[in-house]
């Protein structure tokens, strides 16, 4: 039972919502099917030079129904999900691209770190919960790969959308004096609030500007 916790934490770093963060798109690893019985691949969209899978999209819809259930939450109609993991992929995909484009990139040590921190927070060692992974049906190196593309995507936000928030003094007043919170808080808020804002009319920036061909949609 805490393996399968433990590994909800760690893939929450992809699968918490957007704006604020996307994930790559190597969720989890399909079962093996009987010889004789694989079912042939698709695309399901088309991503400027790029495409999500069929495959792709079936292991995170998966793995977010199981989130679901384990938060004991309703789940919305399979093909609403459907739609709406995919047009999360899609963004996540274009986002990625753009990181790869602007020659982005992930050390290794900056990625052990951040992946043996998600280790720590649950009072693991790396070993260990490369065993919680494993069994929950995942692996350290699908993990790892999550981790290194949440990194990229955070790195472009930080340029793209980050950089274009401001907050005046005179901001700073109004909502201390409003919430009666300290300078620092109301500094955090205030650029959590603009960059939420800021975040989404990006989105639908680059949403605009790329070429998607979303077959899901079309079906």
Same mark, same amino acid.
């Given at each position: 039972?805490?393996?399968?916790? /433990? ?6 770093? #992809?699968?918490?919502?957007?704006? %604020? ?6 969720? #989890?690893?399909?079962? &093996?099917?009987? *010889? ?53 992929? /899609?963004?996540?995909? +274009?986002? %990625? ?15 052990? $770190?951040?992946?043996?921190? /998600?280790?720590?927070?649950? #009072? ?15 692996? %350290? &190196?699908?993990? $790892? ?8 995507? $955070? ?19 109004? +909502?201390?004096?409003?919430?009666? /919170?300290? $300078?620092? *808080?109301?500094? *955090?808020? %205030? ?29």
């Amino acid at each position: 039972m805490r393996s399968r916790r /433990i590994a909800t934490l760690a893939l929450t770093l #992809g699968l918490s919502a957007l704006p %604020l963060a996307g994930q790559g798109q190597d969720a #989890g690893l399909p079962d &093996a099917e009987p *010889q004789g019985r694989q079912t042939l691949d698709r695309i399901v969209a088309v991503v400027n030079d790029g495409a999500i899978m069929q495959s792709e999209l079936e292991e995170r819809v998966a793995q977010t129904r199981s989130q679901i259930a384990r938060q004991e939450q309703e789940a919305p109609p399979e093909d609403v999900l459907r739609r709406q993991i995919l047009d999360r992929m /899609i963004v996540e995909e +274009i986002q %990625l691209q753009m990181a790869r484009e602007a020659g982005l990139t992930v050390d290794d040590t900056e990625l052990n $770190r951040q992946v043996r921190a /998600i280790a720590e927070s649950n #009072g693991m060692t790396l070993d260990q919960f490369a065993d919680a992974l494993e069994a929950d049906g995942l692996s %350290l &190196a699908v993990v $790892r790969d999550q981790v290194r593309r949440e990194l990229m995507m $955070r790195q472009l936000q930080q340029r793209r959308v980050a950089s274009r928030v401001n907050i005046s003094e005179r901001e700073v007043d109004r +909502i201390v004096e409003q919430q009666g /919170i300290s $300078r620092e *808080q109301a500094r *955090q808020a %205030l650029f959590q609030r603009k960059v939420n804002a800021e975040m989404e009319e990006w989105i639908q920036e680059i949403r605009r500007q790329a070429f998607i061909d979303n077959r899901l949609a079309a079906s």
